[in-house]
C-alpha cells in the first residue's frame, strides 16, 4: 500500500530506516543525513507491506514548472518487486494534479559503478530521458547523470500520436524501453479477463531482417525493433470472443507508449494479414505455436524522417451530445 506521509517525524524514521540500510547507494553519511532531514520538509510517498514501511520516495520543487526525484528507498528483499515502480507512479500523479509540466532525477553516470548502473536502467525504464551529464556536480569520480520526463497527460500524448511510415535511425532501441512498451500493451483491458493477446518483442538484428525479407511490398525496413502482436480465439462467455477488442486495446495503449518514449511506430495488420498470408510466414520465423493467429506488427524506433499530422474532419461534425442532431 503507497501512504502519503505528513507527520515530519515518521518522515525521517521511514527515510532513516531505509537509508541505512542502503549503504551501497548512500554510504556517505553527511549526505544520507542531509536526505533523512530534508525529507521531513518534502512530499513523502512510503509503501508500506502490513504495517511495515519498506520502501519511500520524497520530491522536491526545483523550479515553477519542475520536480525533482529528490530521493528514493526501497528495503533489499524488496527489489525487483515493483515496490519502486509503484511508489514512483504515486509521485508522478501529485506531481501532475500539482500542476507541474516536468519530474528529473540526478544520479551517478552510468559505466562507474555496478549499483548505479542498476538505478540508471531502472530510471530509463519508467521513461526518463538523458538530459545531461554535469561531470564536476559532485566530484570527478561521481559525474551527475539528469534524467528528464515531460508530466504531459495521457490526453495530450493521445492527440499528438501519429502513424509513421517513414525511415528510422540506426539506433538500437534499449531492451527496458522495449519492456516497458510490452508492460503497457499487456496492461490493457481484456474481455473478461481472458488475455488473449500475447507479444514477442524482436531486436535482434538477423531475426529482424528474416522477419523484413518476407514482407511484401516492403515496410518498416530500417526499423531497429519490432513487437510482433499475437492473438487467440479464447469464447469470454458461450460463443462470444473479444479476441478482436482484446489486441486493439493492447496495440493502441504500446502506440501511445511508444510516443511517450520518444520512439514512433505504426499499426502494420492489413498489409500482414492479406490473402498473400505475410503473418503466416513471420509465425513461422518466430516459431509461434499452434492455436495463436499473428495479427500485427508494430516497428519501433526513432524517427528519421519529419511527418506531419493528417488532417481530419472538425470534431463538431463527428462528436454529439445527448442526440445525432
Not at 530506516?17 to 553527511?30: A, C, G, K, P, R
Amino acid at each position: 500500500m503507497i501512504r502519503f506521509i505528513e507527520d515530519r517525524e515518521t518522515k525521517s524514521s521511514i527515510a532513516r530506516q531505509i537509508l541505512e540500510s542502503l549503504t551501497e547507494w548512500f554510504e556517505v553519511e553527511e549526505s544520507r543525513e542531509g536526505y533523512i532531514n530534508d525529507s521531513k520538509d518534502w512530499p513523502f510517498f512510503a509503501y508500506y507491506d502490513g504495517d511495515k514501511p519498506a520502501g519511500f520516495l520524497c520530491l522536491k520543487k526545483t523550479g515553477d514548472a519542475t520536480m525533482e526525484l529528490a530521493v528514493m528507498g526501497v528495503l533489499k528483499e524488496y527489489h525487483r518487486k515493483g515496490v519502486g515502480r509503484r511508489l514512483f507512479a504515486a509521485a508522478k500523479d501529485y506531481a501532475c494534479a500539482q500542476g507541474y509540466s516536468y519530474i528529473q532525477v540526478k544520479t551517478v553516470r552510468s559505466g562507474m559503478y555496478p549499483d548505479y548502473d542498476i538505478t540508471n536502467a531502472f530510471y530509463r525504464s519508467l521513461g526518463f530521458r538523458e538530459l545531461e551529464v554535469l561531470e564536476t556536480y559532485w566530484d570527478e569520480a561521481n559525474p551527475c547523470q539528469i534524467y528528464i520526463m515531460s508530466l504531459k497527460s495521457a490526453v495530450q500524448t493521445i492527440a499528438t500520436r501519429h502513424s509513421y511510415r517513414g525511415k528510422f535511425l540506426d539506433e538500437k532501441v534499449p531492451r527496458e524501453d522495449l519492456m516497458a512498451i510490452a508492460s503497457a500493451g499487456i496492461d490493457a483491458p481484456s474481455g473478461c479477463n481472458k488475455q488473449t493477446t500475447d507479444l514477442i518483442v524482436v531486436d535482434d538484428s538477423e531475426v529482424l531482417e528474416r522477419i523484413k525479407a518476407v514482407i511484401d511490398p516492403p515496410v518498416a525496413q530500417t526499423a531497429p525493433a519490432m513487437i510482433v502482436v499475437l492473438s487467440r480465439k479464447i469464447n469470454a462467455y458461450r460463443d462470444r470472443c473479444f479476441a478482436i477488442q482484446d489486441y486493439s486495446a493492447a496495440i493502441e495503449n504500446m502506440l501511445l507508449a511508444i510516443v511517450e518514449l520518444g520512439y514512433q511506430s505504426c499499426w502494420y495488420e492489413g498489409h500482414i494479414t492479406d490473402e498473400d498470408r505475410i503473418c503466416d510466414k513471420i509465425a513461422q520465423i518466430l516459431n509461434v505455436p499452434e492455436g495463436y493467429d499473428v495479427v500485427c506488427i508494430l516497428p519501433v524506433g526513432k524517427a528519421a524522417d519529419d511527418f506531419h499530422a493528417p488532417s481530419k474532419k472538425p470534431l463538431s461534425e463527428r462528436v454529439k451530445f445527448n442526440s445525432w442532431s
